[in-house]
């Protein structure tokens, strides 16, 4: 199967999706449900996922789908799309564009293609492990060489001292030159894009982790677990660029 074929088909699905998404976006009455594991929830995350799965279904019906809001689907198959159709719901629900849609796709257990779109800006990043573009336009990350001249993000601040080493994270706080909690997704927007020089999370899923793999390294940088696993198999995420990444590394973890 072509690498263009199925790239065209993820655009097709984060266009999709975005249609879905965008109208829901700052309306005053949109409910907020809390799940079983205490995450929220929205309709238009529900619809979004909804409207992707069925088109993955229709065009590739041998394709297994792992999906945040309705789980496994055929996850044996040689090809796995991932979906998380609003990372940030918070943000989305509160009415702050900090957020968007991941896409990924495994061939073989291993990441292959991952896409982050921003319906809200227009902004679509798809990454394939060897290169990364941004609407079309190649991208990658800045080469900032020092800890004391890079910009740190993350998430939620609080999710730190739960899942990791506190002590860790703060040290490196100390010895970056900025930091903000431009999170989720959009986080590693900037970071792929040049905004932003190290993305990191102590927590996360499979749908969030696997669609930015090929993205962070297409882009030429480098993503793995806290301790420095491979993240594709991990519950957390570090993301730098090549000189940055085992300093940063060693900082959280001493």
Not at 86 to 97: E, H, L, M, Q
Not at 180 to 206: E, F, H, K, Q, S
Request: charged share 20%.
């Amino acid at each position: 199967m072509k690498t263009k074929e199925l790239t065209d088909f993820i655009r097709s699905l984060a266009e999709k999706s975005g249609e879905v998404i965008k109208p829901y976006f700052a309306k005053a009455n949109i409910a907020v449900h809390i799940k079983e594991d205490q995450t929220v929830v929205t309709q238009a995350d529900r619809e979004a996922e909804a409207v992707m799965r069925d088109l993955i279904r229709k065009a590739y019906p041998h394709h297994g789908i792992l999906g945040e809001e309705f789980g496994p689907e055929n996850t044996s198959a040689e090809f796995v799309w991932t979906l998380d159709p609003i990372d940030g719901t918070i943000s989305f629900a509160r009415g702050c564009p900090l957020f968007g849609t991941l896409i990924g796709l495994l061939h073989a257990g291993k990441p292959l293609l991952g896409a982050i779109h921003h319906p809200l800006l227009n902004q679509l990043c798809i990454g394939n492990n060897t290169e990364t573009a941004m609407n079309g336009r190649a991208v990658q990350l800045r080469e900032t060489r020092q800890l004391s001249e890079a910009m740190l993000l993350t998430t939620d601040l609080a999710s730190i001292a739960r899942y990791q080493k506190k002590e860790g994270f703060e040290n490196l706080l100390r010895q970056t030159r900025l930091f903000r909690t431009w999170g989720d997704c959009y986080g590693y927007l900037l970071v792929t894009t040049g905004g932003a020089d190290i993305m990191l999370d102590p927590i996360m899923n499979p749908w969030d982790i696997i669609p930015l793999i090929p993205i962070i390294q297409g882009a030429k940088g480098v993503i793995t677990t806290w301790s420095g696993r491979e993240a594709s198999r991990g519950t957390s995420c570090v993301a730098a660029n090549k000189q940055l990444h085992p300093k940063v590394l060693e900082v959280l973890n001493t």
